[in-house]
């Protein structure tokens, strides 16, 4: 049951993925990033990790897609869509693309570390308190770093965004 | 129950179909869409492996990738709104002021 679930999420994510690149209108292609994001929150929740799979719907779906389909709209798009798709000439990337895809399929089927098919037994308990005890207390740190760091870009982007004075 | 290389083998599949978008589109709105599908295949594999070895640190890294992706997606789309106001357009290859 558990494998019928992964197959079902895993193939709509994956068509989802391509429908992302190959959409030649790039409001196609927020949407289809939406419904990839949907799909890997659902794996989230197989791989028992319910509040990765919440924080993923609330960011990304919530807050960078929003984003992402307020800058289509602001900014014309009509042009974008009539532009010759997927250029000619570009062996080398395409190549490097298959080079790359080959490695890493070979690399994982090949060794044998991934082949573990039963998760460690978890010692009981809540997850979610053990996981933010963990994030509150041994990496408190990189924590706050984060935080700084969604402020210096929410400050950016406004700067950076904003129309010239004068 | 489902092996761990499955989930090693979707994030294999959403890393390379996101590769495609950044190397091969030129638009882009969809280079930085396919930038988020490259985090995310990465986000699966630290999931699975978190998962399948017991440990929390593989959840903790995914929530502070997702951080840094919303203040990368955040800075990313300010800059291309002040690009697009200076010179209009989408294409990557036109956007090549700072090649020196």
């Known amino acids: 049951m558990g494998q019928g679930f992964f197959l079902l999420f895993a193939a709509v994510s994956v068509i989802a993925a391509l429908t992302v690149v190959l959409a030649r209108n790039p409001v196609h292609s927020a949407l289809a990033l939406m419904a990839c994001f949907l799909q890997v929150s659902?794996?989230?929740?197989?791989?028992?990790?319910?509040?990765l799979a919440v924080i993923q719907i609330f960011v990304y779906v919530g807050a960078i897609m929003v984003l992402f389909l307020f800058v289509i709209?602001?900014?014309?798009?009509?042009?974008a869509v009539l532009?010759?798709?997927?250029?000619?000439?570009?062996?080398?990337?395409?190549?490097?693309?298959?080079?790359l895809g080959v490695e890493m399929l070979v690399l994982v089927l090949w060794s044998d570390r991934f082949s573990a098919t039963e998760p460690v037994a978890v010692q009981g308990g809540d997850q979610v308190r053990a996981l933010s005890t963990a994030l509150f207390a041994d990496y408190l740190l990189p924590f706050e770093i984060a935080s700084v760091i969604l402020l210096a870009a929410l400050v950016g982007a406004i700067i950076l965004a904003r129309k010239e004075p004068g | 129950m489902v092996p761990l290389s499955w989930y090693i083998l979707l994030g294999v599949v959403?890393?390379?179909?996101?590769?495609?978008?950044?190397?091969?589109?030129?638009?882009?709105?969809?280079?930085?869409?396919?930038?988020?599908?490259?985090?995310?295949?990465?986000?699966?594999?630290?999931?699975?492996?978190?998962?399948?070895?017991?440990?929390?640190?593989?959840?903790?890294?995914?929530?502070?990738?997702?951080?840094?992706?919303?203040?990368?997606?955040?800075?990313?789309?300010?800059?291309?709104?002040?690009?697009?106001?200076?010179?209009?357009?989408?294409?990557?290859?036109?956007?090549?002021?700072?090649?020196?």
């Not at chain 2, 590769?19 to 589109?25: F, T």
């Open chain 1, 42 to 51: 659902a794996i989230f929740v197989l791989l028992g990790a319910p509040l």
């Open chain 1, 73 to 79: 709209m602001m900014i014309d798009v009509r042009e």
């Open chain 1, 83 to 99: 532009q010759r798709f997927l250029p000619g000439g570009n062996l080398p990337a395409l190549v490097l693309l298959v080079l």
């Open chain 2, 14 to 100: 959403l890393f390379v179909i996101g590769a495609a978008g950044v190397l091969l589109r030129r638009n882009i709105l969809v280079v930085l869409m396919s930038l988020e599908l490259l985090l995310n295949s990465v986000n699966i594999n630290f999931i699975a492996f978190g998962r399948y070895y017991a440990d929390f640190r593989g959840q903790i890294f995914a929530i502070f990738v997702i951080a840094t992706t919303a203040a990368e997606v955040a800075v990313a789309l300010g800059i291309l709104v002040a690009l697009v106001r200076n010179k209009a357009t989408l294409k990557v290859d036109d956007v090549t002021v700072m090649k020196g």
